[in-house]
């Protein structure tokens, strides 16, 4: 990560570590998502969609979203192959997106020690 004072914005630095966070949550040790895809390709446009979603979903909770939302649109709509090509692209990307969210945030260790 570039450090924060290399970033026009405070809120932008953010955006970029929330994304990158979202990636660190597919390794084989936490969510095992597919990570093996080369620029360009199917698997590697599904990974960063997972984790651009979850980054603009992190923001919404940090309450930056108005300050970020523009790049994220722009960042998606580099990808519009991707999504235009699976149907289905979107809604599994979201579904991706809110496990990354989930485990970032520890919400299942919470859920688990309210029910406790």
């Not at 004072?5 to 979202?22: D, G, I, P, W």
């Not at 199917?42 to 940090?62: K, P, T, V």
């Not at 809110?98 to 919400?107: L, P, R, S």
Request: proline content about 2%; aromatic content about 8%.
């Amino acid at each position: 990560m570039p450090l924060p004072e290399q970033f026009q914005k405070r809120e932008e630095y953010y955006s970029v570590l929330f994304h990158e966070m979202a990636h660190s949550t597919g390794h084989k040790s936490r969510l095992n998502r597919d990570l093996t895809g080369n620029f360009g390709d199917r698997s590697y446009g599904r990974e960063e969609l997972i984790a651009e979603m979850a980054a603009a979903f992190l923001c919404g909770m940090a309450g930056i979203i108005d300050e970020t939302i523009d790049n994220t649109a722009a960042y998606l709509e580099s990808w519009r192959a991707i999504i235009k090509e699976d149907k289905k692209a979107v809604v599994m990307a979201a579904a991706a997106a809110q496990k990354a969210v989930d485990y970032i945030t520890h919400a299942h260790a919470q859920e688990e020690q309210e029910a406790a």
